[in-house]
């Protein structure tokens, strides 16, 4: 299994960063897929979640309304769009994945990517 995030940079307060993952190793269709983040200082922090066929999405309190996470399974991706950033979603972010559950269950993270809002 492998995660490969991209799409991290320094934005201006109110402004906007797509978030991509790439996923290999797995059938991608078969997962539900989350995206975390971590602050400095903090614990890491799930931000949002999307359902294997994308019919189902869930949020944090904090990001309602203005993210918005959405896959593409024939091209094995996952996406976050963060519209009207703060400086308290300054953070990395984390593409995640379980399978299995109960004692099977692992959990694959990505490397990562730096997300910095300005104010």
């Known amino acids: 299994v492998q995660l490969a995030e991209s799409g991290g940079g320094v934005v201006q307060s109110g402004g906007s960063l797509r978030l991509s993952c790439a996923a290999s190793g797995f059938t991608f269709s078969n997962y539900a897929m989350s995206w975390y983040r971590q602050a400095p200082g903090k614990e890491r922090e799930l931000v949002a979640g999307i359902s294997s066929d994308g019919g189902s999405t869930n949020y944090a309190d904090s990001v309602k309304d203005r993210f918005t996470i959405s896959r593409d399974n024939p091209k094995n991706t996952v996406c976050l769009q963060m519209n009207s950033l703060k400086p308290e979603d300054t953070a990395v972010y984390y593409c995640?994945?379980?399978?299995?559950?109960?004692?099977?269950?692992?959990?694959?993270w990505g490397q990562g990517t730096q997300v910095t809002v300005s104010s």
């Open positions: 995640y994945l379980r399978t299995g559950w109960g004692h099977w269950a692992r959990d694959y």
